[in-house]
């Protein structure tokens, strides 16, 4: 296996627009994060991840591009982001892009040439087609905003495809002259010192020719062979990496819904020469009640098969990506783990064991070293994310469900849980903005918030920095080889990592209650390197409290 920077990293997460207000106007902005690099180069992170700062008319919060070279006014201006850029690296941290190319917004200047006429230069540039007439689109794909994928275009009397919302225009990858631009605006931006790209939805940028009708599911994945991991996506990689990537130090990440462990090992393989690693969503897309919306917990034993498999079968072949959220997921310890009172400090820091101890490339997202929360939504009003907005009409206000059903399910999976304001100290607004913020803060902030955190050496935070510093410490727990025990256990998810003649095990119990386990005997007497609570390791039996979490080193 080769060692790259990239594998040793530990990559932190920022949503711009919830991280911290520089100018009293409600909304995060560069200036806002360049001020907060300090608490990040101190927590040891090595690279941030931004989500889009691009110009946008923010109808899916900057994923509708409508200039790529452009910072949208928001967030402040290009020196703003220069000065971003250049603090960072001072600091040592890298800063990786969001590359949002499966669509741009109808605001682009593409697609307001591409709908101007039928014989405009642009009109290839994105997907249209005659619909079956003025009322029927061409074929039956939905979008993952809910409704059919395509949009009547009065103007030219045609349809285009949104597989997002209708302001996201899918783009044309057939063309090359999309591809051209896209390439050459991936290009300034490298010229420009950014470290590299998240690349959002690159697994559906080839769509088949034809087009024929799908599956009708709730689920988009389930169009896979037509429009996820579609028939050109490989080579349109290849082409990016042989006329960009190749050419500079950077790292690259997929965002690859409908991705499995062997379609991984092309687009994330050693040696295939198209990205470094992407993000799968086995784990956080799993189908609920209504489409994706559940409020029910994924067993244990469904959890340790998926990890496991991922751990297992990319081994030497291609790199993992670890994370247990992002701003499209609920929070991590709601979710996975428990944030009641009680158990809320233990349950995340033993959540963040698991992951960081993993083989792969960790991402925290902001919020979650503090071990942040879902948000106690009142009301539909509440909710600002496209998505949100759009399930509840379509599930609720329609009728199919009832709003008693159906809101548990919302609160549960909302993409909005993530997104409420970073909380930084216990003043109002938890030291995000002295404005109205354009989402609420969790009112839980006086009691989870980076100050308390970061001056209290036992906290959620501080656990986090330990474990990026162990990581740094000790290869085995980048490079290892990870071996699951006690596969049908529902309580305990506990797995071994091994390098040379380096061994840890790990050991996690994911229950509320109170269980026991036998170390193996190479293992007792072992040094212990990280725990979530005090307790005597050096027995064989050892006897484990709700959401107890520990790493033991081999025995000499
Ligand atoms: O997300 C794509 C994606 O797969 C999401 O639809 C995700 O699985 C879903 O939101 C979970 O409910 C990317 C971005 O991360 C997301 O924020 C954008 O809305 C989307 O693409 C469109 O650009
Ligand atoms: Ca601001």
Known sequence: MKKTWWKEAVIYQIYPRSFMDSNKDGIGDLMGITGKLDYLKYLGIDVIWLSPVYKSPNDDNGYDISDYQAIMDEFGTMEDFDVLLDEAHKRGIRIVMDLVVNHTSDEHKWFMESRSSRDNACRDYYIWREGKDEKTPPNNWGSCFGGSAWQYDENTDMFYLHLFSKKQPDLNWNNPAVRKNIFDMMTWWCDKGIDGFRMDVISMISKTAEMPDGKVTDFYGDYGPYCVNGPNVHSYLQEMNEKVLSKYDIMTVGETPGVTTELAKQYAGEDTKELNMVFQFELVDTLGKYGKWTDEKLPLTDLKKIMTRWQTELHGEAWNSLFWD???????????????????????????????????????????????????FKEPEDFRDIESINAYSEWCKSGKVSHEKFWPCLLFRSRDNARTPMQWDDTPQAGFTTATPWISVNPNYKEINAKEETSNPDSVFHY??????????????????????LADSEELYVYTRELEDEKLLVVCNFSAHETSFHAPDEFIGGQCMIANMENDYSKGCISLKPYEAFVLTKKD
């Open 464 to 485: 986090y920095k330990k474990l990026i510093a162990l990581r740094k410490q000790n290869p085995v727990i980048v490079y290892g080889k990870y071996e699951l025990l």
């Open 326 to 376: 992002n701003h499209d997921q609920p929070r991590a310890v709601s979710r996975f783990g428990d944030d009641s009172q009680e158990y809320r400090e233990v349950s995340a820091k033993m959540l963040a064991t698991c992951l960081h101890m993993m083989q792969g490339t960790p991402y925290i997202y902001q919020g979650e070293e503090l071990g942040m929360t879902n948000f106690p």
